[in-house]
């Protein structure tokens, strides 16, 4: 009997500790929503032109890198992403018509109102990922 309830106490406490591991590792892998929100509207808007090769990569993985601190290749003195400032961020303000160089974005197309907004709550949000 004592033997039974040592064997039950120890598989408890495994089960506990195996729970409290898979809550961190749900922690771990969290993408704040607003990043899953700008690479949802990439991916229906812009990735079609801007994909994983030319100058600029909007692919999920890449759009951290191409963007954020990264001088526009069209105008130097237009940087592609200020975080907390999209009305200085190339990817927010060539959305809008006229655009700061060059053509206004999705070339040939028209900017979503969930993209537009996507776009802006990402940058004005500090770009969090
Ligand atoms: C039909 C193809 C096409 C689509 C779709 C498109 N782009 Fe572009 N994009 C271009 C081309 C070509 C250029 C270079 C000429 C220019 O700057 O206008 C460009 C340039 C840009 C630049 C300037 C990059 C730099 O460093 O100079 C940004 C920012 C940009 N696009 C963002 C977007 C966003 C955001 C979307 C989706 C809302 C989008 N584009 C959709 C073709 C496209």
């Not at 120890?10 to 961190?24: N, Q």
């Not at 692919?59 to 592609?80: I, K, N, P």
Request: proline share 5%; hydrophobic share 40%.
């Amino acid at each position: 009997m004592r033997f039974t309830n040592s064997v039950v106490g120890l598989v408890l406490t495994m089960t506990m500790v195996a729970c409290g591991e898979s809550e961190k590792e749900d922690t771990a892998v969290e993408v704040a929503p607003e990043f899953l929100a700008l690479t949802a509207a990439l991916e229906s808007q812009c990735t079609g032109c801007h994909g994983t090769s030319g100058d600029l990569s909007l692919a999920a993985a890449d759009v951290v890198a191409e963007t954020v601190d990264v001088e526009s290749s069209g105008d130097a003195t237009y940087m592609r992403v200020v975080c907390g400032d999209p009305d200085s961020s190339a990817l927010y303000l060539k959305l809008f018509d006229p655009a700061p160089f060059f053509d206004p974005m999705p070339k040939n197309g028209t900017a979503d109102q969930e993209t537009i907004d996507a776009i802006y709550a990402w940058i004005d949000a500090g770009c969090p990922e």
